[in-house]
């Protein structure tokens, strides 16, 4: 109530003032919409590439003066930074040529949509045209966009302008000199949570439009970032901790683009540098010594050299920062917030977002990082040898697993943080409660390799490749059981063996006496019926257990060492507790499925089964991921990104509810997606939040970020008219 009365009475004050400041400034009601500045002649471009809607937004409207008030009320905070404000009016203006370069033309004048193509930069030259000291608080602006979310952005601009003007209040009780613009600022209406909220909102849209222009250098950047390990401020009170990372932000960034090396003590600069695109070299030091890192921005003198230390890329957090945030909700208490940079704050492109699911998949199979290449190329030798019909729905999932494949081996060069990213959010692919992980659809596990083989040939085949790999096999009798077409049972060798004197080793096969017959795959050769050779009259097998009954009537048991038991594996001699000691089961390697597949020992078609039975979730939300990809495709090279914020809880891509034919109903070919369900999953994609509630409603288009999507016969018909 105090600040109240001391606002009331430094509007008295200045209302009655008789000093210079009189007249029309002496009137507290003084209009900020009235001032208007020639921009600095580095922003001067910036006007050009506005649509006149938003520059006379810029230039007198609402954001103008939200920007003049916003100048004036924190006019004397920060120091100047001229060189600072040069260098970004350089970057902006860049930025904005190429930006119009490569953005769709406008494809009429007359387009209902037509004020707002092209880059939004509107807060941006309202800051420029409205007074020097907007520039500075429009650099804080892109400062709280970029690490905080705009509800929460907005919150942490409605608590600093409350608490600026109750320190002008302060400063005027203790008699302090005042400039009259902050004074006016503080005493007139208070700027309000919709005006703030435009403010960032058109910041944030100005980051997206550099962020893509300026891609390489951001992502160079980020790699960086994510290994270190610091705050941004300690203290967690909004306003003194925001102004003090603004002003060191706007010192150290001044400092360095002069030319001045410097040490980072905190993470306010690094932070400044990703929101303001301005990238110093830099001097990194961690376990491998320092490394020179040169990025090559000519707006920053080559002596403005950057220190800082990396941490365990294990135990960072990248730069982070905690606030309390009181204006956060309506009721209440403060909610403390935590929030970091890296590239899960960042937006993707689908490029980085389809190798990122890559990286989901990997850490559902608990793929080791070091194994990320070896084995994506083993999954694509696996689906590219399933048999699929193209563009057909239930094989879709074949087509998008060799597509994000294929992109990753293409793209291999920069794909690290995308795959890191997806290992660190893979609970975006929804596993059920029921269910559990089985890497690359079971093939990697022996048995049930063993198991899918085409034939019990095929299975002796590999339980002997696998055999050699067991330490100390050697000193034990050792035999493959295995059941063939008919479902009788019979025994093979393991390693060739000499059944005759003064003869080669060789593979023997032995049939039960109890069997009558001949079995009709027997061919006399290197491989038969040779049980003369043995003393066994014959054996029984009980599960796990081959009990081999000998001619002297002395039993002995070999037990179940790897393979699958009710198909083809490998046992051995019983030796009590040490042959589990001295034995282990080899594990199956890469090489071994790929052995199998280029010798036909594993069938596609039985691939695709156990595929299908082994890794459903997946292969659905590959699917439809398949559909996501057919709309999103296109899009993307127009420069449509991604939240990556759709990472941190489990997808809502289900695009097959919105497939329909011309007569309502689904199909395997030639389905269409309703216009509603193609902008729902745009704006999932852009915002995070899947609007299932728009196909209650007849959507025109649809406002996001920085651009506008609209049906294309919506489109045309809105050009037409």
Sequence with gaps: MANNLSVGKLQAALASATNEVTVAAANINFDFALVKCEAPPEYQP??????????????????????????????????????????????ATETSTEAVVNRPANPTGNWIFSDYIGIDSTSLWAAATSSKAALPVYLLACMLARLWSDAEATSLWVEIVAERRRDIAHRYQNGEELPFASAAAATQQEITRDQLAKWDASARSWLRTVDAVQAKQKKQFELIAENINIAVQAETRPYESIIPAWIEALQSMEKLICGEPLAVKNGSVLLGISAWHIYPNMIVFGKGGEKLIDMNDPLVHSGGVMSLGLSDSRASRGIYWSLSLSNHKFYGGPVHKTTELHQDRSRLTFSEFRMAVLGMILKKWQVPRLETSVALRFL???VSS???????????????????????????????????????RSEFILSPANDFDRPFFGLTEVSTLVNNLASFESRIKLLRRLAPRVANIGQFESYIAFRDNEGVWFLATVFPARVEKNKERRHCRWVNENCEWQPEWWQPGDEGPLREQLEVSAFTKNGTIITMHGRDRQDRDLIFLFGDADSAAVFVTDRGPTTVNLLVPPALHYDDITWCIHLNLLLPARMKSLAKDCGGYILEFLADLGLATEIYTSKSMEGATISSQILTAPSKIHPRSWITS????????????????????????????????????HILGLSVGDSIYVPSKVRLALIIL
């Excluded at 006149?52 to 004397?76: I, M, N, P, W």
């Excluded at 074949?398 to 890191?420: K, L, R, W």
């Excluded at 070919?669 to 409603?697: D, K, N, Q, R």
């Design 380 to 382: 694509l030798q696996i």
């Design 662 to 697: 011309e007569d309502g109903s689904t199909r395997e070919h030639g389905v269409g997606i309703a216009p509603w369900g193609t902008l729902a999953l745009i704006a999932y994609f852009e915002t995070g939040i899947f609007m299932e509630s728009l196909m209650e409603f």
């Design 46 to 91: 910036l006007g050009q590439a506005l649509t006149t809607h938003r520059k006379v937004e810029a230039e007198g409207g609402s954001q103008h003066v939200t920007a003049r008030r916003l100048g004036a009320l924190f006019d004397g905070l920060c120091p100047k930074t001229p060189n600072l404000i040069s260098a970004f009016g350089k970057r």
């Design 386 to 424: 399933l048999p699929h019909e193209v563009g057909r729905n239930s094989d879709r999932w074949i087509e998008v697993a060799i597509d994000f494949i294929m992109h990753y081996f293409e793209n291999e060069d920069i794909a690290e943080s995308p795959i890191s990213l997806g290992r660190r």
